[in-house]
Structures are given as structure tokens and as C-alpha cells.
Nanobody, 113 residues
Framework: QVQLVESGGGLVQPGGSLRLSCAAT????????MGWYRQAPGKLREWVAI???????NYADSVKGRFTISRDNAKSTVSLQMNSLKPEDTAVYYC???????WGQGTQVTVSS
């Protein structure tokens, strides 16, 4: 079973940046496709970005050009660099291992002036 721990959330003004990190356990992390998801109050959880074991990426249209997902297989971490943040990006952000169905506990991101 893969365990995931997110960090890096917080309060930021519109137009600002945050970097989220997710630390994973598991000896075959490098083979996993990893994803970031988010859930805003009163809304369903939605996909934000994914990265394959080989480094291919894909993004939701709402974050394309503003967010960048990356991974460090040596450290078993996956990150989400978020730039030009908007109030509508406010949500709890979750790290997810698609192959095993594992979820982290989530980290709160609040974009507000």
C-alpha cells in the first residue's frame, strides 16, 4: 500500500504562487502515474494534473499554462507548482496514486486578498 503525505498549502493573494509537494512510500514509485486533484467546498473532487512514470504530463484546461506538475523519482516525490493563482483555485488539494487508489490527507490552498 502506498502512503502519501502532502505539504505546501496556505493562504496566498490572487496572482501569487504556491508549490505543493507529495511524499510517497513504496519501492516502485517511479512506475506509478501520479495525480493532483482538488475539491472546493460544495463541489465534487476534480482532476488537476497527472504525470506518468516516464514524465509525460497532462493538465485540466482550468489550470493549463499556470500549473506545472513534476516528479523526483529518487526522492519519491511529486510536486505541483501553481502560478497566477485565482480565487477559484481555492480548494483542498490531494495527491493520488492511480494504480493503487491511494490518496493523501489533502492540503488546503486558499487564494484571497
Amino acid at each position: 500500500q502506498v502512503q502519501l503525505v502532502e505539504s505546501g498549502g496556505g493562504l496566498v493573494q490572487p496572482g501569487g504562487s504556491l508549490r505543493l509537494s507529495c511524499a510517497a512510500t513504496g519501492s516502485i514509485f517511479s512506475t506509478y502515474t501520479m495525480g493532483w486533484y482538488r475539491q472546493a467546498p460544495g463541489k465534487l473532487r476534480e482532476w488537476v494534473a497527472i504525470i506518468t512514470g516516464g514524465g509525460s504530463t497532462n493538465y485540466a484546461d482550468s489550470v493549463k499554462g499556470r500549473f506545472t506538475i513534476s516528479r523526483d523519482n529518487a526522492k519519491s516525490t511529486v510536486s505541483l507548482q501553481m502560478n497566477s493563482l485565482k480565487p477559484e483555485d481555492t480548494a483542498v488539494y490531494y495527491c493520488h496514486t492511480i494504480a493503487t487508489g491511494s490518496w493523501g490527507q489533502g492540503t488546503q490552498v486558499t487564494v484571497s486578498s
